[in-house]
């Protein structure tokens, strides 16, 4: 997407925009001329102090630098040849999420405690640096479930040295939503510092918005802020090709009496928002079960797998 003249231009050569509102927007992170046309006029009017009639004029001055208009579909066909697939672990799985966990895209799983959701968050982090060494993978960790240790089993089951991996995984504790959100901002800071990010893990998405935002009176902000969330983070997952992997609580449906009452945290904006959605359950003999429910190119279906002290594997 982004062309010679991006190199060519600087955020100074956008109508309007002088030295020192250059300064407050690369202050921001709008510092290319791509985070500039990706951005809304209530972004930019809110960082740089501007009209939004300036807002605008920047914005579209930056798409049409940037030859963001229509594409043709064999145009599309080529750029996703550039996606990457992530393995979990189990063959099953992977074929279930059509060969694996997908970059430039949010994966969701949702389930109830124990249903192996920070367990697949965990893999995916050993799994990103087997393909390429240098990769890293950000782990947002809201309930404080990441354990190191656990990292290492992993690893050396694979064969991989277990220290270099753990280095390989930046890992923040978020103790609110706001700080949550904030995370997500530094992770791109990573990226901009030169760290070859290939994994954003947010473990998990809804459970600070869901103590936070109590009662009816709340729903309608909880949902605004949820979506600006996750726009943020699907908007890293395609200007970077990076895979990103939340994980979601669930609650019983009291008006369910026929069928699973189980259903996700976060309502419509977090099922609009996730690429893939994958429901785990407990199955027999310590099995777990896993449920596409929804996916732009596969047919919904099931798996079944099992978490080992090696990690992810096809259940016997």
Known sequence: MASKKEKEMSIEDLPGIGAATGEKLRAAGFDSMLSIAVATPGEICETAGVTELTARKAIKF???????????????????????KL?????????LLGGGMESGAITECFGPYGSGKTQIGHMLAVQAQLKDPDAVAVYIDTENTFRPNRIQHFAEALGQDSEKILKNIKVARA?????????????????KQGLKVKLIVVDSLTAHFRAEFVGRGTLADRQQKLNKHMHVLAKLADMYNLAVYVTNQVMARPDMFFGDPTEAIGGHIVAHNSTYRVYLRRGKKGTRVAKLVDAPDLADNECVFMITEKGIVDAE
């Open 87 to 95: 393995s979990t672990g189990s063959k099953a799985l992977d074929k």
């Open 62 to 84: 930056a798409r049409d630098n940037l030859d963001m208009g229509f594409q043709s579909g064999i145009d599309l066909l080529h750029k996703r040849e550039n996606i990457e």
């Open 175 to 191: 103790f609110n939503s706001d700080h949550q959100m904030l995370l997500v901002e530094k992770a791109e800071e990573l990226i």
